[in-house]
């Protein structure tokens, strides 16, 4: 069974930080790119962090670049967001999600970990 489970949501202050955790199971995890996204309540999905099957080049959204750091561990099965200097506007639902290279996704996702940025 295919499944990816995410982890490290809830609530931060401004400026605070968060690590989120996502494994994977079911499936070859080296085989596959991995995503980061996230929703915010009526908004559209926004994929924030790209990384490819080795882990050695990650990608990051401008809005996010200069904060966040995208990483994956092959033989834990798992993939990593920290997130530094949080922002109250960066409140959402993330989730992992695998692809086969940048840019193309599956639809293999998790159900998410919700991120609550305020004071």
């Known amino acids: 069974q295919v499944q990816l489970v995410e982890s490290g949501g809830g609530w931060v202050q401004p400026g605070g930080s968060l690590r989120l955790s996502c494994t994977a199971s079911g499936f070859t995890f080296s085989n596959y790119y991995m995503s980061w996204v996230r929703q915010a309540p009526g908004r559209a999905p926004e994929r924030i962090a790209e990384?490819?099957?080795?882990?050695?080049?990650?990608k990051l959204a401008d809005s996010v670049k200069d904060r966040f750091d995208i990483d994956r561990d092959n033989n834990l099965n798992t993939l990593w967001l920290q997130m530094d200097n949080l922002k109250p506007e960066e409140t959402a639902l993330y989730y992992c999600?695998?692809?086969?290279?940048?840019?193309?996704?599956?639809?293999?996702r998790g159900q998410g970990t919700q991120v609550t940025v305020s004071s």
């Open positions: 990384i490819n099957k080795s882990g050695y080049t990650p």
């Open positions: 999600e695998r692809g086969r290279r940048f840019g193309d996704y599956d639809g293999v």
